[in-house]
């Protein structure tokens, strides 16, 4: 037996313990290692240690976590008050994405409803899923719970025999300081993006050089959001100025500690915004503001106006510019016709807008190779795989490993957990390690690139890009000293 490697493999194992079913299953000998079992004579392959030294950097690379929608610590402690936390017991982390694989695995909605229920007895939950169980137990959306559920519970197998310490798991989990311990000390992850669901424009979050926030743009140009925009600005909204001014008014406020812009407006329609003057606009603006009907062009045309009003905002404010683009969430109802576009529409926008610096976000997918296109022809294109590594695990790995050899490697942002609950977050984070690992290793094995090649991509694509593209360090100066988490720095 090799001594100094076994202990170098064993130090390996402890420094990245919490990970260690990654490591598993990148190197199967490590199984044996990790249960005290002496690790095979055998001489290890050179291909085997190129995957280990691979494995090792970008276990041990920070990672910046560009997508997020998580909410604030403090309001997952007052319970189950929201859609957003359905529940407050261990079937809220399949409250984010897995139910959909579920529901599409055929469970009824009654029993979905029941499952994500706070009055349902926790231990009463496994049943309702159990049926549909085997069949959506190994894809990205199940694989980050069972992750999360084995580092933070110590429960290996989700089943009728393990539910009460799954429930056990979850209460000793969520008790103060869980964001930190479970995104910074298991996942290393150095900051997060949040794009808040819970209704501000922009969060003034009580953690905020941990979860940085995007400002949400969306209902600046969809609809508008009068409510969710104008209260807090005192503007009396009666013209498309006043509305402008609101806009501004976000912007003055937040475009400082915000780290980009994001809209998910491609939920409703493609991403082809037309330059409109404000001339043709004002028309329609009055029209929706007497809340008279405007047929589609019409709103269209409005849309796009206020689209790049607000995103001349954000350049001006060297504010990136994050759009969603590709899969849609949620089970029976997206188009995919209308998802085919967004790649050539994203080049229209690098076309109308050279100076903005656009973030196409989940690479598209399923039009990943598309998005590798537009990312190499636009310099002002960047594409982000936060969701992706859940929603398509070897897709994902598919267009990392291709991005490489395409496209400059400074233009991919590698990940973003996309979850409300922030304990699949630590699964997701596992998997999407895991995933550019094997992209980096595969290529180095199939002679595309030197180890050396593959390890000097691990710093930039784990945080050198993100720390450049959103400018976190100035942005994190300015966080540390925000009147809103005063309270919580004394
Ligand atoms: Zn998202």
Same mark, same amino acid.
């Given at each position: 037996m090799n001594t100094k490697h076994s202990i170098s493999r064993r130090a390996a194992l402890k420094t990245f313990g919490v990970l260690g079913a990654t490591f598993t299953a990148l190197h199967s000998t490590e199984t044996h290692a990790a249960e005290g079992i002496?690790?095979?004579?055998?001489?290890?392959?050179?291909?085997?240690?190129?995957?280990?030294? @691979?494995?090792?950097?970008v276990f041990k690379a920070p990672l910046v976590d560009t997508h997020e929608h998580l909410i604030e610590e403090k309001q997952r402690?007052?319970?189950?008050?929201?859609?957003?936390?359905?529940?407050?017991?261990?079937?809220?982390l399949f409250s984010h994405y897995l139910n959909s694989d579920l529901l599409v695995a055929g469970m009824p909605q009654a029993d979905m409803n029941r499952f994500l229920s706070p009055k349902v007895e926790p231990a009463a939950k496994w049943k309702l899923i159990a049926p549909y169980w085997p069949a959506? $137990?190994?894809?990205? /959306?199940?694989?980050?719970?069972? @992750?999360?559920?084995?580092?933070?519970?110590?429960?290996?197998?989700?089943?009728?025999?393990?539910?009460?310490?799954?429930?056990?798991?979850?209460?000793?989990?969520?008790?103060?300081?869980? /964001?930190?311990?479970?995104?910074?000390?298991?996942?290393?992850?150095?900051?997060c993006q949040v794009n808040s669901l819970t209704g501000e424009a922009f969060k003034e979050s009580d953690m905020p050089t941990l979860l940085m926030q995007d400002i949400s743009i969306v209902g600046m140009f969809a609809g508008p959001s009068f409510k969710q925009y104008a209260p807090a600005t005192g503007i009396d909204v009666k013209a498309l100025s006043d509305w402008h001014n609101v806009i501004n008014w976000w912007f003055e406020r937040y475009a400082k500690y915000a780290v980009a812009v994001k809209s998910q407006n491609a939920y409703s329609r493609d991403i082809d915004y037309a330059?409109?003057?404000?001339?043709?606009?004002?028309?329609?603006?009055? $029209?929706?503001?007497?809340?008279?009907?405007?047929?589609?062009?019409?709103?269209?045309?409005?849309?796009d106006h206020l689209f790049w009003y607000a995103v001349e905002q954000a350049t001006r404010h060297a504010l990136p510019v994050k759009l969603h683009t590709g899969y849609y969430a949620g089970q029976n109802s997206m188009p995919l016709g209308r998802l085919q576009h967004n790649p050539s529409s994203a080049t229209?926008?690098?076309?109308?807008?050279?100076d903005t610096q656009f973030v196409f976000m989940h690479i598209a997918y399923p039009y990943y190779e598309e998005m590798l296109a537009v990312a190499k022809q636009w310099a002002n294109a960047h594409v982000d795989m936060c969701w992706s590594w859940i929603i398509s695990p070897v897709a994902a790995k598919d267009y990392f490993k291709k991005h490489l050899v395409t496209v400059p490697a400074n233009k991919v942002l590698p990940f973003g957990g996309d /979850? =409300?609950?922030?304990?699949?977050?630590?699964?997701?984070?596992? @998997?999407?390690?895991?995933? =550019?690992?094997?992209?980096?290793?595969?290529?180095?094995?199939?002679g595309w690139l030197t180890l050396n090649d593959a390890l000097e991509l691990v710093d930039m694509v784990m945080h050198g890009?993100?720390?450049?593209?959103?400018?976190?360090?100035?942005?994190?100066?300015?966080?540390?000293?925000?009147?809103?988490? $005063?309270?919580?720095?004394?």
């Open positions: 002496a690790l095979p004579t055998r001489k290890p392959t050179r291909s085997g240690d190129a995957r280990k030294t @691979i494995s090792e950097h402690f007052e319970g189950a008050t929201s859609s957003r936390v359905p529940c407050d017991d261990w079937a809220l959506v $137990k190994n894809t990205g /959306y199940a694989q980050a719970v069972r @992750i999360a559920c084995r580092e933070l519970y110590g429960v290996d197998d989700i089943s009728a025999a393990t539910v009460a310490k799954l429930q056990a798991g979850y209460e000793k989990t969520r008790r103060a300081g869980f /964001y930190r311990r479970i995104l910074c000390d298991l996942a290393r992850i150095e900051s330059r409109v003057p404000a001339e043709k606009a004002e028309p329609v603006f009055a $029209k929706v503001l007497q809340k008279e009907p405007v047929s589609a062009d019409e709103r269209k045309l409005l849309e229209d926008l690098c076309r109308l807008s050279p /979850y =409300i609950p922030v304990e699949p977050v630590l699964g997701h984070a596992t @998997i999407a390690r895991r995933g =550019i690992s094997q992209a980096l290793f595969e290529l180095v094995d199939e890009n993100a720390r450049r593209i959103f400018r976190l360090a100035q942005k994190t100066e300015a966080l540390k000293t925000v009147e809103w988490a $005063k309270e919580r720095r004394l």
